[in-house]
């Protein structure tokens, strides 16, 4: 069965604090892991990763992709209060049936 | 570009009547549709994927008797909830795509009240 993980839950932080966001995963005929954050309505897009190693960045924002150990990280260094939201992982397999991790809640604290 | 358009973006309605919502894809065409609820201070849960000219999948627990989910268009997907109760109030939200490295698009979500 398919699934996504993501850790931690929930987390705490105060500004200017780095924080790293994990998300493993087990899916047959694996095509792409997406990042989204979620504030009050409809996710947004940060990062889609294909190829294992390649870092892919947007300002404090950066994740990277392990395909050999299932898994992505998700870093946000010098964090701020904007950055508090659901940060939700999904990985898409070539059947296009999205799976959604539970995501990981983030609050940062001025 | 990449615009997807979700309406209502909020609706109330009584016990026992029907709701349908849509989600357009503005400027392309989407072979894959997703819907999304949302529970309070929750994450996104998929409920179902549809593919354009064939029946919607759902995923395991969601009704598919009471979540009616149409994608007649490669721009149009509708997704009507029937017989609507006040646990079934929730943020519904859909995602529009090609795929592959293009991604996906979310509309702006509706928000579902039901009386």
């Known amino acids: 069965e398919d699934k996504v993980v993501q850790s931690p839950l929930s987390l705490v932080v105060h500004e200017g604090d780095t924080v790293t966001l994990n998300c493993s995963y087990e899916?047959?005929?694996?095509?792409?892991l997406l990042w989204y954050k979620q504030e009050k309505k409809a996710p947004t897009f940060l990062f889609m990763l294909?190829?294992?190693?390649i870092e892919k960045k947007s300002g404090r924002l950066s994740s990277i992709l392990d395909k050999k150990e299932l898994f992505s990280i998700l870093n946000i260094t010098a964090t701020q209060t904007g950055d508090s939201a659901i940060y939700l992982c999904?990985?898409?397999?070539?059947?296009?049936?999205?799976?959604f991790g539970a995501g990981t809640r983030l609050t940062v604290k001025p | 570009g990449a615009v997807v358009s979700q309406h209502p973006s909020w609706v109330i309605c009584k016990s026992g009547t029907s709701v349908k919502i849509e989600c357009r894809s503005l400027?392309?065409?989407?072979?894959?549709m997703f819907w999304y609820r949302q529970f309070p201070k929750q994450s996104l849960m998929l409920m179902a994927t549809?593919?354009?000219?064939?029946?919607?999948?759902?995923e395991q627990g969601v009704e598919k008797d009471k979540f009616l989910i149409n994608h007649a268009s490669l721009t149009l997907s509708t997704l009507t909830v029937t017989s609507a109760h006040p646990e079934d109030s929730s943020f519904y939200i859909c995602?529009?795509?090609?795929?592959?490295?293009?991604?996906?698009?979310f509309g702006s979500g509706t928000r579902l009240t039901v009386v």
């Open positions: 995602s529009a795509g090609r795929g592959g490295s293009l991604g996906y698009t």
């Open positions: 899916v047959t005929n694996f095509r792409s």
């Open positions: 294909t190829s294992s190693g």
């Open positions: 999904a990985v898409e397999p070539y059947n296009n049936d999205m799976r």
């Open positions: 400027d392309f065409q989407a072979t894959t």
């Open positions: 549809s593919n354009e000219g064939s029946k919607a999948t759902y």
